[in-house]
Each structure stands twice: as structure tokens, then as C-alpha cells.
């Protein structure tokens, strides 16, 4: 089975993006990869659905998880939309929705589907497992009940 060419090119975006941004904090890629109108349609709490708050998110991600970086299970294109399965690894050395660093090896799932124009991400959804994440950081007890 032949992949068309749009998807082929984007899900090679998108891969450039897990790999080299959020998994080597290459954010002057970042600048290359990310359309000035992007949109997020669902960002963190406390974010903002712009290129400016994905941004924050993933410096905030390398800041408290120097080490972080996926393995990226699947990948599927629908034409320009890229959806992506992976999981996120890292060592927890840095502040992170409030937990201080705890030195905890982590991990989580994520889905996410990006769009992908002209060779840069102009939208995203995304799912992030966080109950496990912070479950494995030791989260509050309020967070299990």
C-alpha cells in the first residue's frame, strides 16, 4: 500500500516535531515548523490555543523533564491531518503543575492530530494520559479520589 504524497510529506513534519522540538528542545525548529496562525484546540489548562502557548508548554515540558522524549508508536495521514500514538518518557528535575521535582523516571500515552499546510503544523488536537503521569509523581490524593 502506497501512501499519497501530502500525507507522506506531513506525517514527516510531524515526526521532525516529536523528534527534534520536544524531544531535543530544538525550538529554533519550532519557529520553522509552526505556522504563525496555528491553532490548538485543546490546550493544557492554563495555556492559550496559539503558537505562543505551544511553545511555553513544550519549554515547560524540557524544564521539568530535561530528558523528555517519545516513542512514537504509530503514525496515520489523512491527507493533511496526521495522528500520532506515542509515549512520552522522562526524569521529573523540574517543577511541573505544581509538583516540585521528585527525580522519578515517568511515562505517559498520548493521541494526537495535527494539520499539517505548506509544510508547517497549523492545528492540533491532542489526549495526554496526565491522571498516570501525575499518579507517577505522586500526585495529592485528591487527584486519585
Do not use: C
Amino acid at each position: 500500500m502506497s501512501i499519497n504524497p501530502v500525507s507522506e510529506a506531513a506525517i514527516a513534519v510531524v515526526r521532525r516535531n516529536t523528534e527534534e522540538v520536544q524531544g531535543k528542545g530544538n525550538f529554533a525548529l519550532f519557529e520553522e515548523l509552526f505556522a504563525q496562525d496555528f491553532v490548538d484546540h485543546t490546550p493544557q489548562p492554563g495555556g492559550t490555543p496559539d503558537r505562543d502557548g505551544a511553545l511555553r508548554l513544550y519549554k515547560t515540558l524540557r524544564g521539568a523533564f530535561p530528558d523528555f522524549h517519545a516513542v512514537i508508536h504509530w503514525q496515520a495521514a489523512e491527507g493533511d491531518l496526521v495522528t500520532t500514538y506515542k509515549t512520552y518518557h522522562g526524569t521529573h528535575e523540574g517543577l511541573f503543575l505544581g509538583v516540585p521535582p521528585t527525580g522519578r523516571r515517568v511515562s505517559f500515552e498520548t493521541v494526537d492530530a495535527m494539520r499539517v499546510r505548506n509544510g508547517q503544523i497549523i492545528e492540533h488536537w491532542g489526549v495526554a494520559n496526565l491522571y498516570k503521569l501525575m499518579e507517577q509523581l505522586g500526585a495529592p490524593a485528591a487527584m486519585k479520589s
